[in-house]
């Protein structure tokens, strides 16, 4: 697994919310995926994208925690994560 200290996720990034962060990279994979513009800016698209997958993780994570929290303080409420399969 890649060291998060290596490639912290800039400060921009972090201020999106999960919906912005996922906007912006759907956004990005279009781009990419339609091949257009210089091999550069696909790099740097790549990589915003890379950080961008790694915020909406973490946010994910994060949304986990707080929900396994709440039924953990419930009346015998289970925490098993929910499978929404």
């Known amino acids: 697994m ?3 200290a290596a490639n912290p996720i800039p400060e921009d990034i ?3 919310s999960f919906e912005d962060a996922l906007a912006e990279l759907d956004g990005i994979v279009q781009r990419l ?3 257009r513009g210089a091999l ?3 790099i740097d698209a790549y990589e915003r ?3 961008l997958r ?3 993780e973490a946010k994910l994570r994060h949304a986990k925690a707080r929900v396994e929290r709440i ?3 419930g009346d ?3 925490t098993e994560p929910l499978d929404v399969d």
Do not use: K, T
Request: charged share 20%; with cysteine.
């Open 2 to 4: 890649a060291d998060p």
């Open 14 to 16: 972090q201020a999106l």
């Open 33 to 35: 995926e339609q091949g």
């Open 40 to 42: 550069d800016e696909a």
């Open 49 to 51: 994208g890379s950080a």
């Open 54 to 56: 790694r915020h909406c």
């Open 71 to 73: 039924s953990a303080a």
């Open 76 to 78: 015998g409420v289970s």
